[in-house]
């Protein structure tokens, strides 16, 4: 008997396990998805009264974002904050993992020190960063006056256009590389050693170990690091709305990012119709990035 209902057992079994996830994701996800949908092609507002109903209006909203100036402005500052934290962020993060990856005395150290500010909470991390970057006793003009030997005189780091969304990508990098540092350690370590013992018997030297053995077998890890950090830089939000909060910061379309816009749009205007345009749009990008993942994967995979 109990091998006529083990067939069946299989199969509800693992959605057995995958349910409460399922859950979660349709009631979180997909749900608010379906519903921002919807009302992005209405004038549904924030707070409504029987005076004035919400219409349908079609693609006005699309129509209005692509002529939103504040939309371009939001889009370039992600994709610039993107061209820059990106890479910088990855290369980084692989040149501590290969760091820490020595078998020397006080790595294990270094580990928790790299990865604590992952740790630490943005709105924290905001905050500090933000006195950090004060012209008048700010730790950063101060480093930066001294390794200038008083050539560069205090900058005004939040209130300067020029300089607002640099000042955020250092914070966000010195934030976030602990995570990626993290994922290519569990790649490095995952390479047989094997390997590189071969390599050094046959003469090659360590940059050519990493050319031919250490980069071709991290190709996935550094795929999965570079498409995860493209969305999450995608997300800024929690530093630029604190720097905004702050009263001390540049124009805000010198560092206002997608989220911040859609939030401000939201729940400062109350243009809900409007918002939820602005999320089907983000979701959109996001969704292009998961794919692009997924075709260069297969690709990798194809060709292996």
Wanted: aromatic share 12%; proline share 4%.
């Amino acid at each position: 008997m109990s091998s006529s209902r083990s067939p069946r057992s299989s199969v509800f079994t693992p959605w057995l396990f995958a349910a409460p996830g399922l859950l979660l994701m349709v009631t979180f996800l997909v749900v608010p998805f379906l519903m921002a949908a919807v009302l992005s092609f209405t004038d549904q507002r924030l707070l409504t009264h029987a005076a004035i109903a919400t219409e349908f209006v079609g693609v006005e909203n699309y129509l209005r974002l692509w002529e939103d100036e504040s939309f371009w402005a939001a889009l370039g500052n992600n994709l610039r904050f993107v061209i820059v934290v990106v890479p910088v962020q990855t290369a980084l993060a692989l040149a501590l993992a290969m760091l820490v990856n020595q078998k020397l005395r006080g790595s294990r150290l270094f580990r928790t020190i790299y990865f604590m500010p992952v740790a630490t909470t943005m709105s924290v991390v905001a905050v500090i960063w933000s006195l950090l970057y004060s012209p008048d006793q700010g730790v950063i003009n101060r480093m930066v006056d001294g390794l200038s030997f008083g050539q560069i005189g205090p900058q005004d780091w939040l209130r300067d256009p020029a300089l607002v969304m640099p000042a955020v990508m250092l914070l966000s990098i010195w934030q976030g590389v602990g995570f990626q540092m993290l994922v290519f350690l569990a790649g490095l370590q995952a390479i047989p050693l094997d390997l590189y013992e071969a390599a050094t018997l046959e003469g090659a030297r360590a940059w050519q170990q990493l050319r031919w053995i250490t980069l071709p077998m991290l190709r996935n890890t550094t795929i999965f690091v570079l498409v995860t950090t493209t969305i999450y830089a995608f997300q800024l939000f929690t530093q630029v709305q604190i720097i905004a909060n702050s009263g001390a910061a540049a124009p805000v379309d010198s560092f206002r990012t997608m989220v911040m816009l859609m939030v401000h749009e939201g729940f400062r205007n109350g243009n809900i119709g409007y918002a939820s345009a602005l999320s089907v749009v983000f979701f959109l990008i996001v969704l292009a990035i998961s794919l692009l993942q997924r075709w260069v994967i297969r690709e990798e995979r194809v060709v292996a």
